[in-house]
């Protein structure tokens, strides 16, 4: 009798085994992907969150979690969002309706009010973007809220577009980890620096979202993300080396997105360091910068040379050819700043060898191969540049100003289709991208005056006289304009990266 219960325990554990096989063995397609999930998606990006606050890390909108008053299309115009309609009273007050129906993730109602609030509160928790914005004061009036400038603001619109600039639900305790918004899709679960788990939300104001779930990791190798593209694990690989490019370009299953960037890769100057206060040493090192071998060699030609910091497609970029690689031109310029060449074959002045420091990071893996060709150019005139990666470029480079002197770096610099924003945060003293601290009286006083001047053509003449003055002082050398690399599998559809890099994820785009 024990037999033949031991017989059918047996049986009946085998079956359970098998039918479990097999299930694992149909769940799984082609893709990586189980049907049961094909609402799902998995997206991965190159930068990690530590929080998802919306007024203080940009995956609020990215993520889909957060929207801003106002948004930009593809051609870079600014279209209504939150708000459906705005005016300009005067010179420095704007007012914008708040479309009717907007909910936030708890069903409470978007009014004047709600927005007012989560722009008190991003004046209180992000110094830099309150700086931008240069708000006096905000009045609300039933679905209307308004906002008077500190002075004469032209670009207070674009402006707004910033993700930081999202409207959140203030009252709630876990923003940084459980933000209540008003996007196609809310948050289940945040794991910080590793994963946002989001769910549809479906009360969202623009139709509910086709995904059911979505899921955004952070990986800062891009090798790291190449693979997980191929396997499976990810639909959707931001920022991939170029590199890893050729078995995704030849597979049935994957594809390459590839579109002509806002951003610029750029070598910043630490303009505290003396070394590097002088304008020959900075043109020099300008010279040392092989750009067509940047962009052909390293980018494997997903990129195109810069001339400045604007993708020369804007009306106000510079249209001169980029600087060419001109070893001797540079060490003419460094015996002009008073550097000669010791016994040990490196460039000294005043008994004191130019030895840099140069920072990188991987979130943009072409950063550090840019920065070690660099190296060995610079060595060929006796500068000794020392590479030190940092994980988080930005803390590292405002916290630790005396420890780097160069750094490889990447930024959109007109990511609202003006110029306006990247004087003002790049270049200006106090500006929120100007850890380098460079002061130059005659290019903020053209920011100051670019600030103030409201007609289109009349600012892309001061923007272009501020480009000049860029290209003569070289308070930063720029490189390349990279080109947005990302890798999808071909189960998604209704979905392309845009050149902003802001709207990654939304509620129309779906999966098979």
Excluded at 164 to 180: F, G, L
Aim: proline share 4%; with cysteine.
């Amino acid at each position: 009798m024990k037999r033949h219960v031991t017989l059918s325990i047996l049986l009946v554990l085998f079956l359970a085994i098998a039918t479990a096989c097999t299930n694992s063995d149909q769940q799984v397609s082609k893709s990586g992907t189980k049907p049961n999930d094909s609402k799902s998606l998995t997206l991965l990006f190159s930068f990690s969150s530590k929080s998802i606050d919306p007024h203080q890390d940009w995956m609020g909108v990215r993520a889909g979690i957060a929207e801003t008053l106002v948004k930009i299309d593809d051609n870079l115009e600014i279209q209504p969002w939150i708000a459906e309609s705005w005016v300009q009273d005067d010179e420095k007050t704007w007012t914008f309706k708040i479309r009717d129906g907007i909910t936030f993730h708890d069903g409470t109602k978007v009014d004047g009010e709600a927005v007012k609030a989560s722009f008190e509160r991003l004046l209180e928790v992000n110094e830099a973007i309150g700086s931008s914005l240069k708000i006096d004061s905000i009045e609300a009036n039933a679905q209307e809220v308004t906002f008077v400038t500190t002075e004469v603001y032209p670009a207070f619109l674009s402006e707004l577009v910033h993700t930081n600039a999202s409207i959140v639900k203030v009252d709630e305790e876990n923003i940084d980890s459980k933000p209540i918004a008003t996007g196609p899709f809310l948050v289940a679960d945040f794991t910080a620096e590793a994963e946002i788990k989001l769910e549809r939300y479906e009360g969202y104001w623009d139709g509910a979202a086709k995904l059911e779930n979505v899921t955004v990791k952070f990986n800062s190798d891009g090798n790291v993300r190449a693979l997980a593209l191929q396997s499976g694990e990810a639909d959707i690989a931001y920022h991939l080396p170029p590199e890893t490019l050729d078995p995704i370009e030849t597979s049935d299953q994957l594809s390459v997105e590839s579109v002509p960037s806002l951003r610029v890769h750029f070598m910043l100057y630490n303009h505290t360091k003396p070394a590097l206060q002088d304008e020959n040493v900075r043109k020099a090192l300008d010279l040392l910068i092989n750009r067509e071998v940047a962009v052909n060699e390293i980018m494997n030609g997903y990129a195109t040379a810069a001339n400045g910091p604007f993708n020369q497609e804007f009306a106000f970029a510079s249209k001169i050819q980029p600087v060419a690689y001109d070893q001797a031109k540079a060490e003419d310029l460094l015996k002009e700043a008073g550097y000669q060449m010791n016994a040990d074959d490196l460039l000294e002045k005043d008994g004191k060898v130019l030895e840099l420091t140069l920072a990188t990071y991987q979130g943009r893996p072409e950063l550090p191969l840019i920065a070690q060709y660099y190296q060995a150019e610079a060595a060929k005139v006796g500068i000794k540049i020392n590479i030190v990666t940092i994980e988080n470029i930005d803390s590292y480079l405002w916290e630790q100003q005396n420890e780097w002197d160069l750094v490889t770096y990447s930024n959109l610099s007109a990511p609202r289709g003006d110029g306006g924003y990247f004087f003002n945060v790049a270049y200006l003293p106090d500006g929120a991208l100007n850890p380098g601290k460079i002061n130059i009286q005659e290019l903020n006083d053209v920011t100051k005056q670019l600030n103030g001047t409201i007609d289109l053509n009349e600012r892309i003449e001061l923007q272009k006289k501020a480009v000049s003055i860029v290209q003569e002082q070289v308070p930063q050398s720029f490189i390349l304009h990279p080109h947005i690399i990302v890798g999808v599998n071909k189960r998604v559809k209704n979905w392309k990266p845009g050149s902003e890099e802001y709207y990654l994820i939304t509620n129309k785009m779906d999966v098979e």
